[in-house]
């Protein structure tokens, strides 16, 4: 069964980039939010983190802050 993954990044954000680079070269589908541009999104990624800082990935309601290829490939079991 697929998860629901939702990053929550900027267009500027280099480890932003890298992370939604990293998730399509693994063939994971995800919903990208612009937190820099819609600010309901940026309240619900701060509600879900606890911080301001992106990228926040959001695996099935398992959050994830940062670039962390190490925990993203455990919860998705890459």
Same mark, same amino acid.
Request: contains cysteine.
């Given at each position: 069964? =697929?998860?629901?993954?939702?990053? *929550?990044?900027?267009?500027?954000?280099? *480890?932003?980039?890298? $992370?939604? %680079?990293?998730?399509?070269?693994?063939? @994971? &589908?995800?919903?990208? *939010?612009? @937190?820099?541009?819609? %600010?309901?999104? =940026?309240?619900?990624?701060?509600?879900?983190?606890? %911080?301001? &800082? @992106?990228? @926040?990935?959001? !695996?099935?309601?398992?959050?994830?802050?940062?670039?962390?290829?190490? =925990?993203?490939? =455990?919860? !998705? &079991? $890459?």
């Amino acid at each position: 069964m =697929a998860k629901s993954v939702k990053v *929550y990044s900027t267009l500027t954000c280099p *480890y932003c980039i890298r $992370l939604k %680079q990293f998730l399509k070269d693994n063939n @994971v &589908g995800f919903k990208d *939010y612009d @937190v820099s541009t819609d %600010q309901e999104k =940026a309240r619900e990624m701060v509600d879900k983190s606890n %911080q301001m &800082g @992106v990228p @926040v990935l959001d !695996l099935d309601g398992e959050i994830i802050i940062g670039f962390d290829k190490g =925990a993203i490939n =455990a919860t !998705l &079991g $890459l």
